[in-house]
């Protein structure tokens, strides 16, 4: 009989002794000492010497490379302590140390920037030609591209020194008042605490009443701190706009879409696609309702679970099936996550003082990756499981590429995560025992339907009529709870009974500085993966390599050219999005004939 698997990471390994390790903060000084001397050595290049000094600049990039990479170690690992105990104020410290440190290296790039933007067009070609910076033409061209549509260094500088005590420390300050939230729920007679996170998980309970009152609690904590997390979005809301207006830029949709690497053509091509298609998925949640008994579901109805008996795994079942199932699709994938497994390389246990939510991070100088969620042994965390070891998979196959090239973004992120995810549920459904269990699994699928063209939806919506009134001065709690339930209303096309005003509050995901607009690429990344889906099935046995061929160029492309060179697709077009809703559509009709 194999042995259970450990539910708790492995940090020791990277650098021992926690918030208080000594490794750690010497790694940190001797990445400071870096960051001083790639910022002389910056200083120090001239562009107008041109290309007979290509060599100076390839030096540069290198130095720059290895730093990068390093930090983004660093990053990782406070990124984990921080997680895994909300109260470990050493660990909230090293948070407020990051900032200051990434404001520095961030100083130093942009500065690097504005010395390509500085070089001639004639000379420019010529270096992208050359042996030492070829391979890193394509991101090499957007920050030179970047550098043309900011301030001058000495105001980008002051800018990126600013969000270390403004912008960020919002988003800083909404996680540490969520890590210290709690809500009181009474069970088996005796009234227990538990984290926001805790408490969430709580609400696929198949009992209507747990739900509402986890529900109705949830919201009384939400709307204690209303007033505070008014300020946190208004205010770093308030930053980036201010930003943004002296750098010339119109619109807010401008840095995520630049972040993404997409077009607008492309994100309006993917939205049309799915509002022509809802009437599907009210049809399922008009279904569900009935089902339950109910006129109208409301939000906290969505996550429950249609059959009495919920079917629990535990982490060392909901681990093999993962693995077995990878297989089917690619055994190098199966063996990256066996490895991930018996490495320990996954935080999941179940316990309070953990932050909410899941996150996989990249330790790329050490080669490894991070897993971070709360498993209490459902169908949806062996999912959610999945999910974290795609993403983890992806930066697997991409250690051995530049580290420059490595950038990939949220959306193409996404991608590989929910291949990864998608693969699990189809198994889920196929290996069911019985009509019930295929029921309930196929509903499961359908969910994260609802979730990506729905949920995602109202968010996307919420954060751009958010940031239409905040452009006229702060926005009230109460309008912001309006402004929620519309967006709701519209994405569900008004099939709820119930609403979640507080939604803007309780998903960090608004309060998020590092990418604005974090929702998105969830839906592009959902129905991309479909698509990938679709290929993979199609092609069979030789697609692995083409898979990894497609994840090693997702830091080097625009998803538009990596859609077209990967899967001969026009991703500016309505006909890739419809074809990927849909697989979708025909998981609804199988459910509804069910």
């Known amino acids: 009989m194999q042995t259970a698997y450990n539910p708790t990471w492995d940090l020791d390994v990277i650098f021992p002794g926690g918030s208080n390790s000594e490794a750690f903060h010497t790694y940190v000084q001797n990445i400071r000492k870096e960051v001083t001397a790639l910022e002389a050595q910056i200083d120090a290049y001239t562009p107008a010497r041109g290309v007979e000094n290509n060599q100076e600049l390839a030096d540069i990039i290198s130095q720059l490379e290895a730093t990068s990479k390093k930090m983004r170690e660093a990053g990782a690992f406070v990124s984990c302590l921080s997680a895994q105990d909300v109260k470990d104020e050493k660990a909230n410290l090293l948070v407020g140390e990051r900032s200051a440190l990434k404001a520095e290296m961030d100083g130093v790039r942009t500065n690097f920037k504005q010395k390509l933007a500085a070089l001639d067009e004639e000379t420019w070609e010529a270096l992208l030609r050359s042996r030492e910076l070829s391979e890193l033409s394509f991101v090499l061209n957007e920050y030179r591209q970047q550098a043309k549509e900011q301030l001058s260094v000495k ?15 919002w988003n800083q300050m909404y996680g540490t008042i969520v890590g210290k939230m709690e809500v009181e729920l009474e069970e088996d007679g005796e009234v227990k605490s538990y984290s926001v996170g805790q408490a969430s998980n709580k609400l696929s309970n198949p009992d209507r009443n747990v739900r509402k009152t986890v529900a109705e609690k949830l919201d009384e904590a939400w709307s204690e701190q209303a007033d505070l997390f008014g300020q ?60 339950l008994g109910l006129e109208k579901l409301s939000m906290y109805d969505i996550g429950a679970p249609i059959s009495k008996s919920v079917k629990t795994y535990s982490y060392t079942e909901g681990a093999d099936f993962i693995v077995e199932n ?23 246990e179940d316990r309070a003082g953990k932050r909410p939510g ?3 991070t990249s330790f790329p100088d050490s080669e490894q990756t991070r897993i971070f969620m709360t498993y209490s042994g459902t169908s949806s965390n062996i999912a959610t499981l999945a999910h974290e070891l795609g993403h983890a998979y992806h930066q697997h196959v991409m250690n051995d590429v530049n580290g420059l090239n490595q950038g990939y973004a949220m959306n193409v992120a996404e991608t590989a995560s929910t291949f990864a995810e998608m693969i699990v549920a189809d198994a889920s459904v196929n290996n069911a025992q019985d009509k019930e269990e295929k029921r309930a699994l196929l509903e499961d699928k359908v969910k994260r339907s609802v979730a990506f063209f729905m949920n995602i939806h109202a968010r996307f919506l919420f954060e751009q009529r958010f940031y239409d009134e905040r452009k006229k001065g702060m926005v009230s709690v109460d309008r912001l709870n309006e402004l929620m339930v519309d967006a709701q209303k519209e994405a569900y096309n008004d099939a709820l009974g119930e609403y979640d005003p507080n939604f803007w509050s309780s998903k960090l995901h608004f309060h998020i500085t590092g990418v604005p607009f974090y929702n998105f690429p969830y839906t592009f990344g959902y129905l991309f993966s479909l698509g990938i889906y679709a290929h993979a099935k199609e092609k069979g046995g030789s697609f692995e390599d083409d898979y990894i061929a497609l994840l090693r160029d997702t830091g080097s492309m625009k998803v538009e050219d990596l859609a077209q060179k990967h899967l001969d697709v026009d991703l500016t077009k309505p006909d890739f999005w419809e074809n990927a809703i849909a697989l979708c559509v025909s998981d609804v009709e199988e459910f509804l004939s069910l």
């Open 232 to 291: 946190t979005l208004n205010h770093l809301g308030g930053f980036r706009l201010q930003k943004y207006k002296h750098r010339g830029w119109d619109s807010v949709l401008k840095e995520p879409l630049a972040i993404n690497r997409m077009q607008k053509e492309t994100l309006d091509a993917m939205w049309t696609a799915i509002t022509n298609n809802k009437q599907h998925f009210v049809k399922y949640l008009n279904k569900k309702a009935e089902m």
């Open 326 to 348: 990878f297989r089917d699709f690619s055994p190098q994938m199966a063996d990256f996550a066996k490895m991930a497994f018996e490495k320990r390389w996954i935080e999941a």
């Open 358 to 360: 899941g996150f996989c």
């Open 155 to 169: 105001e980008e500088v002051l800018i990126n020194d600013l969000e270390v005590d403004g912008y960020h420390a």
